[in-house]
């Protein structure tokens, strides 16, 4: 898992089980199925297959963070606050300029919300997010996900 000091709240290694296992239902769009290796978790996501191609059986890193900012969008320690708007505000440009955060390590990156935690049995949580319309669920034990809130803005951020 992420440090504290990390805007990263989960990151994990997933192998691909399988693919449009319902039938694809959009021509740009898939949904994987996939577990991660060192949490056991269960991922659905749906994703843009010309952006982000991937097969049964490969393997991704994904990661889960409130923001792309690098050291975790602490305040500074000034107090003025109207810089920090500034500085996350810049965070990143699709013109290239302002500052580089986390998209700069991986090669797909989706905004979105938490919107929905469901409590399975004792120890097992599922979170439930939106990015524009393709839908995150990310299954397992509750300590591994005790960083993602509802409600709160998330960046989905995948590397093969």
């Given at each position: 898992?992420?440090?504290?000091?990390?805007?990263?709240?989960?990151?994990?290694?997933?192998?691909?089980?399988?693919?449009?296992?319902?039938?694809?239902?959009?021509?740009?769009?898939?949904?994987?199925?996939?577990?991660?290796?060192?949490?056991?978790?269960?991922?659905?996501l749906?994703?843009?297959?010309?952006?982000?191609?991937?097969?049964?059986g490969?393997?991704?890193?994904?990661?889960?963070?409130?923001?792309?900012?690098?050291?975790?969008?602490?305040?500074?320690?000034?107090?003025?606050?109207?810089?920090?708007?500034?500085?996350d505000r810049?965070a990143?440009?699709p013109?290239?300029?302002?500052?580089?955060g986390?998209?700069?390590?991986?090669?797909?990156?989706?905004?979105?919300?938490?919107?929905?935690?469901?409590?399975?049995?004792?120890?097992?949580v599922?979170?439930?997010?939106s990015?524009?319309?393709?839908?995150?669920?990310?299954?397992?034990?509750?300590?591994?996900?005790?960083?993602?809130?509802?409600?709160?803005?998330?960046?989905?951020?995948l590397?093969?």
């Amino acid at each position: 898992m992420a440090s504290t000091s990390s805007s990263i709240v989960f990151d994990d290694i997933f192998t691909t089980d399988a693919i449009d296992k319902d039938g694809k239902k959009f021509d740009r769009v898939s949904r994987l199925y996939a577990r991660s290796k060192n949490y056991d978790m269960d991922l659905t996501l749906d994703y843009n297959i010309e952006l982000f191609p991937l097969v049964n059986g490969d393997s991704f890193a994904m990661a889960l963070a409130s923001s792309l900012s690098r050291d975790g969008g602490a305040p500074n320690t000034d107090g003025e606050d109207g810089e920090d708007k500034d500085k996350d505000r810049d965070a990143w440009r699709p013109d290239g300029k302002g500052r580089r955060g986390l998209e700069e390590d991986y090669d797909y990156v989706m905004y979105g919300k938490v919107y929905k935690f469901d409590t399975g049995s004792s120890d097992i949580v599922t979170a439930y997010a939106s990015f524009g319309g393709l839908l995150l669920s990310i299954t397992g034990s509750y300590r591994h996900l005790t960083n993602v809130v509802l409600g709160d803005p998330v960046y989905v951020l995948l590397r093969k």
